[in-house]
């Protein structure tokens, strides 16, 4: 009995000891790639709590990992001390299906090609960094990411057409890079998108037609970019009334298609372009979810006197045009938020209403003859 009672506690201080060495869930091979990750960049503070002696799954910060012990997030961001390109040991990581490895000023490079290897992604952000070189092929191997997010850093070249391989891919946004050449007509094949955003970019040439083939799409914004052409006859064909459409400070030209009457849109911005002719025909009394048409600084001619406005229009921007007649009756009973008809060939009474009267004379000024508040009176 004495050797028992010896023998007993030992045993029972190795029972606790294996249960405490196997109670860590973390995956050795992920925890070794995630250490990788931290020695990388010489250990920032965001990696604080990535500590070797402790389980990467219930410890350590921005970590997610499954049933297993695998790790399926990273999801870091915010940190100047993050230095350098992201590192092969990125790869290493087989059951990620999300990154967020976001606003690091410091961290600069090429999108790695060891990012192909996670074929579980979902979700890639690598957004506000200062990441270079081209977006890479071989993000098209990807085909499970249903969100990509690579704006705002200075990645440069023509978008690849193997991204239209990602057809589960629900949000784009390329944004404010320094992106160039045309958009790719295989981005219309994603038929799952719901928002494409290439704004603030240097692409060119014309708006691909393919892009009206998106049934889903809610909002498509291709501002600030070198655009030219027309907007495609397909537009007319866009049907979902929560779109917005932006396509402002592009050298886009010519005359509007009718068709593009038929649209249903949420909101729609042409501005700063070199449109010309009608515009009349983008509004209409039947399009009940139009809250937004801001048409400014263009070269549009056409009587405003007749124009059929939505109901539902928040906020209106005609300016800078050769528009000409009168403004609507209707215009001082809608729900406007801000309006801007200057610099026109405007003539008549400004219609009464209370929400007019709130907004500055600059709004309805350097017209042809309009008077009335809040301008001088008629005479």
Request: net charge neutral; charged share 15%.
């Given at each position: 009995m004495s050797k028992l009672s010896t023998l007993l506690p030992l045993l029972l201080l190795l029972s606790f000891l294996g249960l405490s060495s196997s109670a860590e869930l973390c995956n050795a091979n992920d925890k070794k790639a995630l250490l990788e990750i931290k020695t990388h960049f010489n250990n920032p503070s965001v990696f604080t709590t990535w500590d070797p002696n402790t389980d990467c799954c219930?410890?350590?910060?921005?970590?997610?990992?499954?049933?297993?012990?695998?790790?399926?997030?990273?999801?870091?961001?915010?940190?100047?001390?993050?230095?350098?390109?992201?590192p092969p040991a990125m790869g290493e990581l087989p059951f990620l299906q999300f990154i967020a490895f976001s606003d690091f000023p410091n961290l600069s490079g090429p999108i790695p090609p060891a990012i192909a290897k996670l074929t579980n992604l979902q979700h890639l952000d690598l957004s506000l960094n200062n990441l270079t070189g081209p977006i890479p092929d071989f993000l098209g191997q990807l085909t499970n990411l249903d969100d990509i997010d690579l704006s705002s850093n200075g990645l440069t070249g023509q978008i690849h057409s193997a991204l239209g391989r990602l057809t589960k891919l629900r949000t784009a946004n390329l944004g404010s890079n320094k992106l160039s050449g045309p958009i790719p007509n295989s981005l219309g094949q994603i038929k799952s998108l719901d928002q494409?955003?290439?704004?603030?970019?240097?692409?060119?040439?014309?708006?691909?037609?393919?892009?009206?083939?998106?049934?889903?799409?809610?909002?498509?914004?291709?501002?600030?970019?070198?655009?030219t052409g027309s907007i495609p006859e397909s537009f007319g064909s866009f049907k979902n009334p929560q779109l917005s459409l932006d396509l402002s400070f592009n050298k886009l030209s010519g005359s509007i298609p009718r068709s593009f009457g038929k649209a249903k849109l949420a909101a729609l911005d042409l501005s700063n372009n070199e449109f010309t002719g009608d515009a009349s025909f983008l509004f209409g009394s039947k399009k009940t979810g139009l809250t937004t048409i801001d048409l400014s600084n263009n070269l549009f001619k056409f009587d405003f006197?007749?124009?059929?406005?939505?109901?539902?229009?928040?906020?209106?921007?005609?300016?800078?045009?050769?528009?000409?007649?009168?403004?609507?009756?209707?215009?001082?009973?809608?729900?406007?938020?801000?309006?801007?008809?200057?610099?026109?060939?405007?003539c008549g009474v400004i219609p009464t209403g209370r929400r007019l009267?709130?907004?500055?004379?600059?709004?309805?000024?350097?017209?042809?003859?309009?008077?009335?508040?809040?301008?001088s009176p008629c005479k």
């Open positions: 219930a410890n350590w910060s921005g970590i997610q990992c499954d049933a297993n012990g695998r790790v399926t997030m990273l999801a870091v961001s915010i940190a100047q001390d993050v230095v350098g390109e992201i494409l955003y290439l704004y603030s970019n240097s692409l060119s040439g014309p708006i691909p037609p393919s892009l009206a083939q998106l049934p889903r799409l809610n909002e498509l914004d291709l501002r600030q970019n070198q655009l006197s007749n124009v059929d406005l939505p109901p539902g229009i928040k906020n209106l921007d005609i300016s800078h045009n050769m528009i000409y007649g009168s403004l609507p009756n209707r215009l001082g009973q809608l729900p406007l938020q801000s309006i801007d008809v200057s610099f026109n060939q405007l009267k709130q907004f500055s004379p600059a709004k309805f000024a350097n017209n042809k003859c309009l008077c009335g508040p809040p301008l």
